[in-house]
């Protein structure tokens, strides 16, 4: 079973952590020139970058799709981890290199997870040994073996110790 593990910034996940639970993210990208794929409902994991570098929760890959910054907050408001369209807006254009989100209709990309679960920090797991220091992308694992097979029976060990 392959999964794929992002890293995604603090504030994103100290603000879908705090809500209560949620039973869809949308784990967006501030371009539409990545895609991804992802077999339906396979483990998507989402790993804090630097300085945390830590895995602080998962869920289940749904579907990805491109849309404008607009439609994007009319369909998952919150759910992006903001707690305003004008929010998701700044977050985007700090992170765009070629335009800003107020100079048109410029689209996101946007990566729908099912059934996501989040760890207390005190919970949070240690990133695979082998994992790249400055990758801004996915990284896929077989999580039937070594390192990514630790990770996810750590996933899975802390929501079941969540859910109690």
Known sequence: MLGAILPTDYDWYEYLSAQDVLSEVNFWRP??????????LSPFIFKLKTPHNAICGFGYFKQYTRLPIWLTWDAFEQANGCKSLQELEGRISKLRTVSSPSEGNI????IQIVNPT???????????????????SDKRYDLTEGGGLRVWLECLDRARSNSR
Do not use: V
Request: some cysteine; glycine content about 6%; charged content about 25%.
């Open 107 to 110: 689209r996101i990309g946007c």
């Open 118 to 136: 989040f760890f207390a920090p005190q919970d949070w797991i240690p990133q695979p040994k082998d994992w790249p220091p400055n990758i801004q």
């Open 31 to 40: 371009s539409e020139r990545r895609g991804f794929r992802a077999l339906e």
